[in-house]
């Protein structure tokens, strides 16, 4: 996840000083943050569905309860005779069963990490939507703007980033 | 957000109007729920724990109110910020369980680990959220 932020800066860079270029993902980033701007109309899909501008927002609505919600709760890690209970903040509850063998151990120790990298790795992406969604806010400023589309624009920043360091895929995951 | 009152009208009630910039839906608004997020993870920092459990039967464990109940606490680690740590391993006619202890061992160095790296993201979070980028 090294680098997001960095890449994130350059996205909205490149949106402010309309540098999209022939980049078709910049490009699309562009029209939503024109639209944010209120500057062209409302796209929508096939047959009435919502637009990109709607649609961003359902996503990052849905996003921002679950990271939310996520990253401060305890969860389960492993299940059947090897499990931990594990806190946000690295407070961990081990509940062993019988006859667990030193393989299962290790493998159950990788799993641990892989849940605190998950449980780090959300903190960032959120962080990042944040400090980006303060800069588009200020990129759509202006009359006939919807200012609470900041966060989906920049949540759509922050998903361009993510997959142009890691070659797709989720970043919460 | 706003709060008005109409005039003249006594006990009026207060009306409230919520604007959706400083609500949740709004920059500040999320900003402002990730800073106590920050903030409350800052106060859980002050010590790190670790507790092992034997379960005989894992289908009748249970945790109630951040306890686990149906297992038998085996092994304790508390570390504490500054470095002070507690460990609290039972004996067994003299001896301690070693499958257990190096478990239990190992989870304490991931907890570490994970809690320092936790510690740098919250602090460059922090700044990020403060300074604006």
Redesign the interface.
Same mark, same amino acid.
């Given at each position: 996840m090294s680098g997001l932020?960095e890449r994130v800066?350059a996205i909205v860079d490149a949106l402010a000083g309309d540098a999209v270029g022939d980049d078709e993902r910049l490009a699309a980033l562009a029209r939503l943050l024109a639209q944010a701007r209120g500057e062209v109309d409302l796209e929508f899909g096939v047959g009435g569905d919502e637009g990109p501008l709607a649609r961003m927002g359902r996503e990052w609505s849905e996003f921002?309860a679950r990271a939310?919600g996520e990253?401060?709760a305890r969860c389960w890690v492993g299940d059947?005779?090897l499990?931990?209970?594990v806190?946000?903040?690295?407070?961990?509850?081990?509940?062993?069963?019988?006859g667990v063998g030193a393989d299962e151990?290790a493998s159950?120790?990788r799993s641990?990490?892989a849940q605190?990298?998950r449980?780090?790795r959300r903190?960032?992406v959120?962080?990042a939507?944040?400090?980006a969604?303060?800069?588009v806010?200020g990129l759509i400023a202006g009359p006939g703007a919807a200012?609470?589309s900041?966060?989906p624009v920049a949540f759509a920043c922050v998903r361009e980033a993510h997959a142009r360091g890691e070659g797709g895929g989720v970043p919460w995951e | 957000m706003r709060r008005l009152r109409g005039e003249g009208e006594g006990e009026a009630p207060e009306i409230v109007v919520e604007d959706?910039?400083a609500s949740e839906?709004?920059?500040p608004g999320?900003?402002a729920?990730?800073h106590a997020?920050?903030s409350?993870?800052l106060d859980?920092?002050g010590s790190?724990?670790?507790?092992?459990?034997? =379960? #005989?039967d894992?289908s009748a464990?249970f @945790?109630e109110e951040g306890r686990?109940i149906g297992?038998g606490l085996?092994a304790y680690t508390r570390v504490a910020l500054e470095g002070d740590t507690i460990a609290c391993v039972p004996e067994q006619d003299g001896e301690v369980d070693r499958g257990?202890l190096?478990?239990?061992g190992?989870?304490v160095k991931?907890?570490? =680990? #994970?809690?320092c790296?936790?510690i740098r @993201?919250?602090v460059?979070?922090a700044a990020?959220?403060g300074r604006?980028?």
């Open positions: 932020a800066h921002r939310l990253l401060e059947g005779r499990r931990t209970r806190g946000w903040t690295g407070d961990l509850q081990l509940v062993l069963g019988p151990r159950h120790v641990l990490r605190f990298e449980q780090a903190l960032e959120l962080t939507v944040a400090v969604a303060r800069r806010a200012m609470v900041a966060l | 959706a910039e839906d709004g920059v999320f900003v729920k990730l997020t920050i409350r993870a859980d920092l790190l724990e670790v507790s092992t459990y034997v =379960a #005989a894992m464990v @945790v686990v297992a085996r257990l190096e478990i239990h190992e989870l991931q907890a570490q =680990a #994970a809690r790296e936790l @993201v919250i460059e979070a990020r959220l604006g980028g």
